[in-house]
C-alpha cells in the first residue's frame, strides 16, 4: 500500500467528495417538446464544455445543430414521470427521458455542468483585467500540453484504481456481512478496514490529479483565448489593408498614365499600351466564397482598347448600346400602348383583421389548404401573378436579337430577376386558381406576345404557361407551389423549371425560381423576402449563370435584397460579373482579366475578378401614383384583371370572389369565395369516389386532364411535366367554348 501510495500525485484532505467523471461529456437520445401539432419528437443530445447541444439524429452532429442551451445561466427543474425543463434566454425546453434511470443521470450531469460552467464563468470574470498577453512561442505551447498530456494519464491511472479497489472493497463488505458473529469476524473488519483507507487515497489522489489538470488548463486556456482573438484581429487588419493597397495601387497606375514623364522621366509608350488593358476596370472577389464584390472603379475617361478574341460584347453585329436602359420612359412598351388601358382600381378597403387569430392552429400546414377571408388576398390569382411574370418582356425581345450567347445570357438573367421586382410590397395572398381555371393575355399588339396558362392540378396546386412571342422567343413553365406557415413566417417554394428558346439561334434555356418567404406574420409589419440560387443553363451551347439572392439579415452590411451572379461557358472561363438588387435594377460587367487574391474567410483563396466598367441591363419601372392604396400594383398588373372580350368562361377575369374584392365588397367576396371552395371540394370527393369504384370493379381510372396542357416527358430533364397543347388561341376565334367546364 505504501508504495502505492508513492506512484500516486499526493492527495488532499480526506473527506472531499469526487464529482461524476462523466458528467464533462454525456450525450444519449432524449424527447423534445416540439408544437401541439407533432408533440415530443426523439432527438441526439450532447452535453459537452457546459453547452447542451441537440440533433435530429447521430448523423447531424457532423454538419448542423438544431440549437445549443448554455447551461451558466439554464434553471434545471425535475418534474414527474421522466420529465425535465430547462430554462435559458427567457425560453423554456421541455424534455422527456425513457426511464427514471435515464432521466436522474441526465440531471445529475447537467446540474453537474452547469455548477462548472458558473466556476468557469466567475473565474472569467475576475480575470478579465488582465494585460493583453503577447504571442506565446512554440516552446512554451509544446511544454503545456505536455503538462496537459502527463495530467490525463495521472487521471487514466487513478480511474483504474479507483474502479479496481471499489470492487475489492464491496467484496469485503459482502464478505463481512456473511460472516457477521462468526471468530474470523475481527480479521475481516481489519482488512475491510485496509481497503477502505487504500480506496480513500486513491479517491483523493483522484480529486488531486483532477484539480491540477483544471488549474493547468484555466491558466493557459484565457491566454490561448486571447492569443486567437488577436490573431482574427490581425488577419481581419491585413484583409483592409490589402483591399487599401490595391485602390491606392490602382490610384497610382492611373496617375502614372495620365503625366508618366512626372514620374520617371521616361516616355515608355510599349508599358502605357500594356497597361491600357486594365483602363475601366473594377475587381470583384470570386462569389465561391462570399457574394460580396469588392470594387475598385478606375476611370472611364480612356477608351479601352480590346482586339482578338477580347474583342467588346458588340463585336458580334450587335450595337454598342446592347446593353442600355430600354425601359426609361422615353423608350417603354408603356409609352407604346396602342390601347387605352386601365391606371386605377378601386382603393383598398381599410378592414381590420387579426392573421394570429387565424393561422395560429395551421402551423406546419400547406398554406393552400388553409381557408382563409379574402382580407388576407389580393384582387388576383395565380396564374395572373405568373403572367405578371412578363413585366419586362422587352429584355427577351433584346436578348432575341442578339449574336452572342454569353450576350444573350446577361439579358436572361436580367429578365429571371426582374420577374421579382413586383414582390417587393406585395405581400398578401394571390387567389388559389379553380382547377381548369385559365387566364389568357394577349399583348401582341403591344408587345408582340400572348400567354395563356392553367391550373393543371388542385393538390399540389400547379400551374401550367405558355407564351409565344412575334419578336423571336417561346416561354412555358410548369409550377407546382409548395408553401408552409412556420408560426413566425411563411415559405412559399415554387417546384419546376421555366424553359425558354430563341427561335432564330435555338438557345434553349431552363432555371427555376427562389423562395419567397413572407415575416412578421405574429407581430410588426409584413415585409417579404427572396433567398436562394438560380442556375441558369443554355442546353444549347452549355453557358451556364449562377445568381445568387442574399437573404436579408439584420448584422450584414450588404445592400438589402441584393443579387449577384457569373456567367460561364462550357469550359467554365468567367466572362461576366452580375450584381444588383431583385427590385432595382441588374447591371452587368466584363471580365478582362482573374487572378488570385487573398484568403478568404474560411482560408480559402479568392478569385480577384478585373472587369470594365459595369453597364445596366434592367431597371425597374416606378409604380403608378396611390400604388400603396391599390395593391401596390405595378401598371401592368392593374391591367390585369381589366374585363375582356371573347375570353373563355373558366378566365379567372370572371371569378366573381375575385372581382367583388377587387370592387371593394369584401363581405360578399367571402360568400362566394366559400361557395366556390365548396363546390370545389365536392367535385374532389366526385371524382375520388369514381375512382374508389372503378379501382373496386377493375377499370382503369380516369385522371383529371386540363383541357388546353398535357402531360409530357420533358427532353432535357426527362422529367415528367405539363406543355401546351395548342387550340386555345383558335378557339377563341371561333368562340367555341363548348368544351370548358363551368366552374364559377
Not at 483522484?206 to 491558466?219: G, H, Q, T, W, Y
Not at 383583421?353 to 388576398?377: E, Y
Request: net charge negative.
Amino acid at each position: 500500500m505504501n508504495e502505492l501510495v508513492r506512484t500516486l500525485p499526493s492527495p488532499t484532505l480526506p473527506g472531499l467528495q469526487l464529482p461524476c467523471l462523466n458528467t464533462g461529456n454525456y450525450k444519449g437520445w432524449l424527447y423534445k417538446w416540439t408544437n401541439y401539432l407533432k408533440g415530443y419528437q426523439r432527438r441526439w443530445f450532447v452535453l459537452s464544455n457546459g453547452l447542451l447541444s441537440y440533433y435530429r439524429t447521430q448523423a447531424e452532429m457532423a454538419h448542423t445543430c438544431r440549437g445549443t442551451i448554455p447551461l451558466a445561466t439554464a434553471h434545471i427543474e425535475v418534474g414527474d414521470t421522466c420529465h425535465l425543463v430547462l430554462t435559458s434566454g427567457g425560453r423554456s425546453y421541455h424534455l422527456k427521458a425513457t426511464s427514471e434511470g435515464e432521466c436522474q443521470r441526465w440531471v445529475s450531469a447537467l446540474q453537474q455542468a452547469r455548477a462548472n460552467s458558473t466556476l468557469l464563468m466567475h473565474h472569467s470574470d475576475d480575470s478579465g483585467d488582465e494585460g493583453p498577453v503577447p504571442q506565446e512561442d512554440r516552446a512554451l505551447t509544446q511544454g503545456v500540453l505536455k503538462t496537459l498530456a502527463s495530467k490525463l494519464d495521472d487521471l487514466s491511472t487513478c480511474n483504474e484504481l479507483i474502479g479496481k479497489h471499489g470492487a475489492a472493497l464491496q467484496r469485503s463488505l459482502s464478505e463481512l456481512e456473511d460472516l457477521r458473529g462468526s471468530a474470523d469476524g475481527t480479521d475481516r473488519v481489519k482488512a475491510v478496514n485496509e481497503r477502505a483507507t487504500l480506496f480513500r487515497i486513491t479517491s483523493n489522489a483522484m480529486i488531486n490529479a483532477c484539480r491540477d489538470f483544471l488549474d493547468v488548463a484555466e491558466s493557459h486556456g484565457r491566454r490561448w483565448q486571447k492569443t486567437l482573438q488577436y490573431e482574427r484581429e490581425q488577419r481581419h487588419h491585413l484583409e483592409e489593408t490589402i483591399e487599401q493597397l490595391a485602390k491606392q495601387h490602382n490610384n497610382l497606375e492611373r496617375a502614372w498614365r495620365e503625366n508618366p514623364t512626372s514620374y520617371t522621366g521616361v516616355e515608355r509608350s510599349q508599358e502605357r499600351d500594356a497597361s491600357d488593358e486594365n483602363d475601366e476596370a473594377e475587381f470583384f472577389d470570386a462569389m465561391e466564397d462570399s457574394p460580396a464584390f469588392i470594387t475598385v472603379t478606375a476611370s472611364g475617361a480612356i477608351q479601352h482598347k480590346r482586339s482578338g478574341s477580347n474583342q467588346s460584347m458588340t463585336s458580334g453585329g450587335m450595337s454598342n448600346d446592347w446593353t442600355h436602359n430600354e425601359n426609361d420612359t422615353s423608350g417603354t412598351n408603356h409609352m407604346q400602348l396602342r390601347r387605352t388601358r386601365r391606371s386605377r382600381i378601386p382603393d383598398k378597403p381599410n378592414y381590420s383583421l387579426n392573421l394570429w387569430s387565424i393561422m395560429k392552429n395551421c402551423i406546419g400546414k400547406d398554406l393552400s389548404k388553409i381557408p382563409m377571408p379574402v382580407n388576407f388576398n389580393e384582387p388576383l390569382s395565380m396564374l395572373q401573378r405568373l403572367t405578371e411574370d412578363l413585366e419586362y418582356s422587352e429584355l427577351l425581345d433584346r436578348a432575341s436579337r442578339c449574336h452572342s450567347s454569353l450576350e444573350q445570357m446577361c439579358l436572361v438573367a436580367a429578365f429571371s430577376v426582374s420577374s421579382y421586382s413586383t414582390t417587393v410590397h406585395r405581400t398578401a395572398k394571390p387567389f388559389n386558381p379553380l382547377l381548369g381555371e385559365t387566364y389568357e393575355l394577349d399583348r401582341q399588339e403591344e408587345y408582340g406576345y400572348r400567354s395563356i396558362s392553367e391550373q393543371v392540378s388542385h393538390h399540389p396546386p400547379a400551374a401550367a404557361h405558355h407564351v409565344t412571342s412575334q419578336r423571336g422567343w417561346t416561354l412555358w413553365q410548369h409550377i407546382t407551389i409548395d408553401s408552409k406557415f412556420r408560426g413566425k413566417y411563411i415559405s412559399v417554394v415554387p417546384l419546376g423549371n421555366i424553359h425558354l428558346v430563341f427561335h432564330s439561334s435555338g438557345n434553349h434555356y431552363v432555371w427555376s425560381k427562389v423562395t419567397s418567404t413572407v415575416h412578421n406574420i405574429i407581430v410588426g409589419k409584413l415585409w417579404i423576402d427572396q433567398s436562394g440560387d438560380i442556375d441558369i443553363v443554355n442546353n444549347t451551347t452549355k453557358d451556364t449563370c449562377r445568381l445568387k439572392f442574399c437573404p436579408y439579415s439584420y448584422f450584414s452590411r450588404d445592400v438589402p435584397r441584393k443579387v449577384t451572379g457569373v456567367i460561364e461557358d462550357r469550359d467554365g472561363t468567367a466572362h461576366y460579373i452580375l450584381s444588383g438588387t431583385w427590385d432595382d435594377k441588374m447591371d452587368s460587367a466584363k471580365i478582362v482579366d482573374s487572378s488570385q487574391g487573398c484568403g478568404g474567410s474560411e482560408g480559402k483563396q479568392k478569385t480577384v475578378y478585373q472587369t470594365l466598367q459595369p453597364k445596366l441591363l434592367w431597371k425597374k419601372y416606378p409604380l403608378p401614383d396611390n400604388a400603396e392604396n391599390m395593391h401596390h400594383f405595378s401598371c401592368l398588373a392593374l391591367t390585369l384583371n381589366e374585363q375582356e372580350d371573347g375570353i373563355a368562361p373558366t378566365d379567372s377575369r370572371l371569378r366573381p370572389d375575385q372581382r367583388l374584392m377587387e370592387a371593394g365588397v369584401w363581405d360578399e367576396a367571402n360568400t362566394h369565395k366559400q361557395r366556390l371552395e365548396e363546390s370545389q371540394r365536392l367535385e374532389r370527393k366526385k371524382r375520388e369516389a369514381q375512382a374508389s369504384q372503378a379501382l373496386e370493379e377493375g377499370k382503369d381510372i380516369e385522371c383529371y386532364r386540363p383541357l388546353w396542357f398535357e402531360k409530357r416527358a420533358d427532353e432535357t430533364t426527362g422529367e415528367s411535366t405539363y406543355v401546351y397543347r395548342g387550340g386555345y388561341w383558335e378557339a377563341k376565334e371561333r368562340q367555341d367554348w363548348s368544351q370548358c367546364p363551368e366552374i364559377f
